[in-house]
Structure formats: C-alpha cells, structure tokens
C-alpha cells in the first residue's frame, strides 16, 4: 500500500506535467501500444514455434491459408487511424485511438521482413531485419515523446525557403546513413547530424542498399574495403546478435537455407517472366 500510492502519484504527475502539459499523451499511447503488441506477438512465435500445447497456434482459414498478423496490424491502424482523425481532439477517444494505432504499428512491424522480402522469412536470417527496424521505430517515436525535433534546427527567423532546404539536407544525411547500414549513427543522428553526416562520408557496409547498388562490380575496390572493414565476428556484431537471440529469438539455419533457395527461384521465375514480357513487346523481326 505504501509502495502503491507514491508509483500512482509519480505516474499522474508524469502524465499531466510531462505529457498531457506538452500535448504529447497521443504519441506517448501510441508508443506504449507499439511496444506492447510487439512484446505481446514475439512472445507468441516462440511459444508457437516452441509447439507450447496449451498456447493457441498460427491464424488459418478452413483451406489452410496463414493469415500472416501484420493483417490484423493493418486493419487496426487503418481503423485507429480514421476514428482517430474523425474524433480529433476529443478525449479520450483520441488516446484510445493513439494506443489502438500503436498496436496495429507493433504488429504490422514485426513482420517488416516480409514487405521487404515479399517471402515468410519470419524464422530465417533475413527475417532478423524486423528485429532492426522495431529498435529503430521505437527509438524515432520515443524522441518525439520525450521532445527531439530535429527540425527544430534552423533559427526561429528562418525563411519557408530556408526551413525546406534544412529539412531536406538533414533528411537526406539521415536516409544516406540507413542506405549505408549505419543504423545507430542514423538514428542518432536524428538528435545530432554530425553524426549522420560522418556515417555518409563513410564505408557502407557490404551487404546494405548502398553497397549493393554502387559497390559489387562497380567498385570491386569499394566492396572489398567494405568486407575487410565490416568482417564477420566483430564484437559489436557479436553485441547485436546476441540483442536479436534475446528479443527476436534465434533463427533456424533449415530455414534460412530453405528460405535461400526459395528466394533464388523467385528472382530466376522474375527474370524469365521479365525476358518473356520483353520478346512480346519487342519481338524478333521475322522473314515473311
């Protein structure tokens, strides 16, 4: 009794001198919704994948079709989202839209491997990338919720022109440091754009977006500096492993391979499907 009502105290203060004084409970909710479902769903998977008896398994329809969960994170956003704006400042059914919204995010998150893949990676090595960009939302919603705008940079006299240009220079330092694989110096440099500046002028890593398009056979140089610079076994590899085993759970290797092959048919069945769509709209001239 003595520890509840000082924790019940500390939490209305926070929520009314903290939050609802500064206008941010709604983003506060949505964060709050986000973590839960993510917590909520991964503990799921692994009680599935675990084969727990008594902990109900994956959504079917009556043909067997897996209904993946991110359909129910959209659902829930699109649903949070238009109540929400609809019911604009009227609380609290803005906050209870907030939570709801935050909800469907954590959901729909979880399996960002997929929109990304187009494949169930879920359990496999590519599936761990929703492990990375959960941490990263996480991170960019609770800035906002404790204050940080970065966009807040430019003078108070600055022009609509000046402010543009701002945001699009900072922007574009931000998208250069993620493109490179430099998550943490990305997120941030949301706070201080230094560091996403010194992210851009560096290496990017060898299997990121930025290497995959201008580095490779382009720049056999560049990929090999890369490799060489980032190699497998690093301390700071083996600290977000060992993050993603304990948030995310392991992958199974059968599936990473299986995965693997299933991806390397995709892109085979795309080229061929591409090169066949190519001789119907240009087909071969051909002898009358």
Same mark, same amino acid.
């Given at each position: 009794?003595?520890?509840?009502?000082? @924790?019940?105290? %500390?939490?209305?203060?926070?929520?009314?001198?903290?939050?609802?004084?500064?206008?941010?409970?709604?983003?506060?909710?949505? *964060?709050?919704?986000?973590?839960?479902?993510? =917590?909520?769903?991964?503990?799921?998977?692994?009680?599935?994948?675990?084969?727990?008896?008594? +902990?109900?398994?994956?959504?079917?329809?009556?043909?067997?079709?897996?209904?993946?969960? *991110?359909?129910?994170?959209?659902? !829930?956003?699109?649903?949070?989202?238009?109540?929400?704006?609809?019911? %604009?400042?009227?609380?609290?059914?803005?906050?209870?839209?907030?939570?709801?919204?935050?909800?469907?995010?954590? *959901?729909?998150?979880?399996?960002?491997? @997929?929109?990304?893949? *187009?494949?169930?990676?879920? +359990?496999?090595?590519?599936?761990? #990338? #929703?492990?990375?960009? !959960?941490?990263?939302?996480?991170?960019?919603?609770?800035?906002?919720?404790?204050?940080?705008?970065?966009?807040?940079?430019?003078?108070?006299?600055?022009?609509?022109?000046?402010?543009?240009? #701002?945001?699009?220079?900072?922007? %574009?330092?931000?998208?250069? #440091?993620? @493109?490179?694989?430099?998550?943490?110096?990305?997120?941030?440099?949301?706070?201080?754009?230094?560091? =996403?500046?010194?992210?851009?002028?560096?290496?990017?890593?060898?299997?990121?977006?930025?290497?995959?398009?201008?580095?490779?056979?382009?720049?056999?140089?560049?990929?090999?500096?890369?490799?060489?610079?980032?190699?497998?076994?690093?301390? !700071?590899?083996?600290?977000?492993?060992?993050?993603?085993?304990?948030?995310?759970?392991?992958?199974?290797?059968?599936? !990473?391979?299986?995965?693997?092959?299933? $991806? =390397?048919?995709?892109?085979?069945?795309?080229?061929? $499907?591409?090169?066949?769509?190519?001789?119907?709209?240009?087909? &071969? &001239?051909?002898?009358?």
């Amino acid at each position: 009794m003595t520890v509840a009502l000082p @924790l019940a105290s %500390f939490i209305t203060d926070f929520w009314n001198d903290q939050l609802v004084a500064n206008d941010r409970q709604g983003v506060f909710l949505v *964060l709050v919704g986000f973590l839960g479902s993510f =917590a909520f769903i991964r503990m799921s998977t692994r009680m599935i994948r675990a084969e727990v008896s008594w +902990w109900p398994g994956n959504i079917e329809s009556e043909g067997g079709l897996h209904v993946h969960h *991110l359909v129910f994170g959209i659902i !829930t956003m699109m649903v949070a989202g238009t109540v929400g704006f609809a019911a %604009f400042g009227r609380s609290p059914l803005t906050e209870i839209c907030a939570f709801f919204f935050g909800i469907g995010a954590g *959901l729909t998150i979880d399996e960002f491997a @997929l929109w990304v893949y *187009l494949e169930d990676v879920y +359990w496999a090595e590519q599936g761990r #990338s #929703s492990i990375d960009a !959960t941490v990263i939302a996480a991170a960019l919603i609770g800035m906002i919720v404790i204050g940080i705008n970065p966009f807040e940079a430019e003078s108070e006299g600055a022009t609509v022109i000046e402010s543009i240009i #701002s945001w699009a220079i900072i922007i %574009f330092f931000l998208g250069a #440091s993620f @493109l490179k694989g430099r998550r943490l110096h990305g997120i941030l440099g949301v706070v201080f754009t230094p560091l =996403a500046i010194y992210a851009t002028c560096r290496i990017g890593k060898p299997d990121s977006a930025w290497a995959h398009h201008r580095y490779g056979e382009k720049h056999p140089k560049k990929q090999a500096k890369a490799e060489e610079r980032f190699r497998p076994g690093r301390r !700071t590899d083996r600290f977000k492993e060992a993050f993603r085993d304990i948030v995310g759970g392991k992958p199974s290797e059968g599936v !990473t391979h299986a995965t693997e092959e299933a $991806m =390397a048919a995709t892109r085979e069945a795309g080229e061929e $499907m591409r090169a066949r769509a190519e001789r119907i709209v240009h087909p &071969d &001239d051909r002898d009358d």
